[in-house]
C-alpha cells in the first residue's frame, strides 16, 4: 500500500514537473528547470558514490564485515541444526512414549493377570517420563521462539 502510494506520489511529481517545463508559466518553467538540475546533481553525486566506494569494495573495506557476517550465518546454520536435531530426538522419544503407554493400557484393557505393585510401578514410571517430555517440549518451544 504504501510502495503504490509513493510509486503514484513520484509519478505526479514528475508530471507536473513535465508540465510545468513545457507549458507553465515563466516562472513555472525556472522552478521546473532549477529542480531538474538539482536533481541531475542529486544522480551525479550518488553515481560518484557508488564509484567510489566501488573502489573500496575492491580494494577490501568491506571483506572484514562480510567474513563478520558469513561467520554470524554459520553460526546461526549450525546453532539451528543442532536445534533441529533436539527436536527430532525429542519427538523420537516421545512417539516411544506414546507407544509405552498404548502398550499398557491395551494391557490393562485385557485383563491380564499383572501385579499391583507392578502395574503402577509402570503407570508412575510412565508419568514422570510424560511429564519430563512436557517439560522439554516446553523448552524446545522457548527456544524456538
Given at each position: 500500500m504504501i510502495r503504490l502510494f509513493?510509486?503514484?506520489t513520484f509519478f505526479l511529481v514528475i508530471g507536473l514537473l513535465g508540465y510545468n517545463y513545457f507549458l507553465g508559466t515563466e516562472q513555472e518553467k525556472e522552478q521546473a528547470q532549477e529542480i531538474f538540475a538539482k536533481g541531475a546533481e542529486v544522480v551525479g553525486a550518488s553515481a560518484d558514490l557508488l564509484k567510489a566506494e566501488y573502489e573500496k569494495f575492491k580494494e577490501g573495506k568491506y571483506d572484514k564485515s562480510l567474513e563478520n557476517i558469513s561467520n554470524f550465518l554459520g553460526n546461526v546454520k549450525e546453532?539451528?541444526?543442532?536445534?533441529?536435531a533436539e527436536i527430532e530426538n525429542w519427538e523420537k522419544r516421545k512417539d516411544d512414549w506414546n507407544q509405552k503407554k498404548s502398550d499398557v493400557e491395551r494391557l490393562l484393557d485385557s485383563g491380564s493377570g499383572f501385579k499391583d505393585e507392578?502395574?503402577?510401578k509402570t503407570i508412575k514410571d510412565l508419568e514422570i517420563?510424560?511429564?519430563s517430555l512436557k517439560?522439554?517440549?516446553k523448552l524446545l518451544k522457548e527456544r524456538v521462539n
Amino acid at each position: 500500500m504504501i510502495r503504490l502510494f509513493i510509486s503514484i506520489t513520484f509519478f505526479l511529481v514528475i508530471g507536473l514537473l513535465g508540465y510545468n517545463y513545457f507549458l507553465g508559466t515563466e516562472q513555472e518553467k525556472e522552478q521546473a528547470q532549477e529542480i531538474f538540475a538539482k536533481g541531475a546533481e542529486v544522480v551525479g553525486a550518488s553515481a560518484d558514490l557508488l564509484k567510489a566506494e566501488y573502489e573500496k569494495f575492491k580494494e577490501g573495506k568491506y571483506d572484514k564485515s562480510l567474513e563478520n557476517i558469513s561467520n554470524f550465518l554459520g553460526n546461526v546454520k549450525e546453532k539451528s541444526s543442532e536445534l533441529v536435531a533436539e527436536i527430532e530426538n525429542w519427538e523420537k522419544r516421545k512417539d516411544d512414549w506414546n507407544q509405552k503407554k498404548s502398550d499398557v493400557e491395551r494391557l490393562l484393557d485385557s485383563g491380564s493377570g499383572f501385579k499391583d505393585e507392578e502395574v503402577k510401578k509402570t503407570i508412575k514410571d510412565l508419568e514422570i517420563e510424560g511429564d519430563s517430555l512436557k517439560s522439554e517440549g516446553k523448552l524446545l518451544k522457548e527456544r524456538v521462539n
